[in-house]
C-alpha cells in the first residue's frame, strides 16, 4: 500500500510572509475612528480611496474606516463622522462633492456636507494643497449619496 504524503503546515511559512510585508510597509498610522465608522454606507467609499493622494502615499491605519497619506501622516481621513446640519462655515463644491470648510490654524478640516456617513479629511497647509485633497477624495466620497446641496456654495475653489 503506497503512503501518501504528510500534510504541509502551511501556518508558518504564512505568518513568516505577513511578518515580511507589513515590515516593509513602513509604521501603521494610529487614527482615531469616528462614532459612525461601523456604518455599512464607509465601506465603498473607503475601497475606493485612492492609493496616492496629491503626491502623498497611503498609509496603513489601525482604525476601521480610516486613511492616512503620506509620512509623516499629511492627510487624515474618517469616514462616520457626524454629518453637519446647516452653517455659516464656506463650503465649496469640487466634483459635484460640497465639502464644509474649516481653518484650524495651521491645517485645513474638510467635511462632507449632504452625505451621511459624514467623511473627514484633516490636513497640513503647507504639506497637501486643499484642491489635491478635495479633488482626489471627490469619487470615493460620492460612494456615499448625497442627500442635499450646500446654499451659496463656491464652486473649485482652492483654500490653500
Not at 465603498?44 to 498609509?59: C, E, H, I, K, T
Not at 459635484?96 to 467623511?119: F, K, L, N, Q, S
Request: hydrophobic letters at 40%; aromatic letters at 4%; proline letters at 10%.
Amino acid at each position: 500500500m503506497p503512503r501518501l504524503p504528510r500534510p504541509v503546515t502551511l501556518a508558518p511559512a504564512l505568518a513568516a510572509a505577513a511578518l515580511g510585508l507589513t515590515a516593509c510597509s513602513g509604521p501603521v498610522v494610529s487614527v482615531e475612528a469616528a462614532p459612525g465608522a461601523a456604518d455599512p454606507a464607509c465601506a465603498p467609499a473607503m475601497v475606493a480611496m485612492p492609493d496616492v493622494l496629491g503626491s502623498q502615499d497611503r498609509r496603513e491605519t489601525d482604525s476601521q474606516a480610516t486613511a492616512a497619506w503620506g509620512e509623516p501622516a499629511a492627510v487624515v481621513l474618517r469616514c462616520g463622522v457626524p454629518t453637519p446640519g446647516p452653517t455659516t462655515d464656506r463650503c465649496v463644491s469640487v466634483d459635484d462633492v460640497d465639502w464644509v470648510v474649516r481653518d484650524e490654524d495651521d491645517h485645513w478640516r474638510i467635511t462632507t456636507y449632504g452625505r451621511t456617513p459624514a467623511v473627514e479629511a484633516v490636513f497640513g497647509k503647507s504639506e497637501v494643497s486643499s484642491d489635491s485633497v478635495m479633488t482626489g477624495l471627490g469619487s470615493a466620497v460620492a460612494q456615499i449619496p448625497s442627500q442635499r446641496r450646500c446654499v451659496n456654495i463656491e464652486d473649485a475653489t482652492p483654500v490653500g
